[in-house]
């Protein structure tokens, strides 16, 4: 019997080891400490970067690797930290959504590029950015549930922490849309190379 699945190429790999990277130095350049226990930083900028730039799966994987990474001892969550302490901390729910969000934009920008595949730079940035922004309201709800359930605010005062990252999280949407947008331009079979094509190759084709 054989079953025609997709598997990953070694430009896959490296585009999500080099993007797993990415976010890990968006997080461990300096951070602001503002009121609360949530730094700002630019991990928001290199997740949905990942997600729009190389779509749902690999967007997912290379965020999910940084998590995996950290969560095992090194030292690339905010200011430094790591281990499962940081992941069940008051940042959990942040850090937790960070694959989904990628995910989330990767598949909205991959499904914006179906139905429009030569949009151009100007015209496609403002999709990319409203496909970012769903993604940040998906990353800051689950934020503010990590916030209600591990740093023992109520519901008003999480939000009164969240909502300080809504600018800066906009403008980074707004810098990823820019920037995704100009990476599709120059390399227009970025994202296609995602999808599972019909009548996959013998290297993707898994015997049973």
């Known amino acids: 019997m054989t079953t025609s699945r997709r598997s990953f190429s070694t430009t896959d790999l490296a585009l999500i080891a080099a993007f797993a990277a990415l976010v890990t130095a968006c997080a461990l350049l300096p951070a602001i400490d503002v009121a609360g226990p949530v730094p700002i930083t630019l991990q ?62 990767g598949l909205l920008v991959s499904a914006a590029g179906t139905i429009a595949p030569r949009r151009s730079l100007v015209t496609g940035a403002p999709l990319i950015f409203v496909a970012a922004m769903i993604a940040v309201a998906l990353n800051h709800a689950a934020g503010i549930v990590g916030l209600h359930l591990r740093a023992d605010l109520s519901w008003r005062e999480a939000w009164n922490v969240d909502k300080l990252f809504w600018l800066g999280d906009t403008l980074k949407a707004i810098a990823v849309a820019l920037v995704a947008a100009a990476v599709h331009r120059a390399f227009p079979g970025l994202l296609r190379s995602a999808r599972p094509a019909v009548g996959t190759p013998a290297g993707d084709t898994i015997h049973a």
């Open 44 to 105: 928001t900028f290199g997740v949905l970067l990942s997600g729009a730039v190389l779509g749902a799966r690999r967007g997912f994987l290379a965020v999910l690797l940084y998590l995996v990474l950290g969560a095992a001892g090194l030292p690339i969550f905010a200011n430094g930290s790591s281990g499962m302490a940081t992941l069940t901390g008051p940042t959990a729910g942040y850090l937790i959504s960070f694959p989904f969000a990628a995910g989330l934009v």
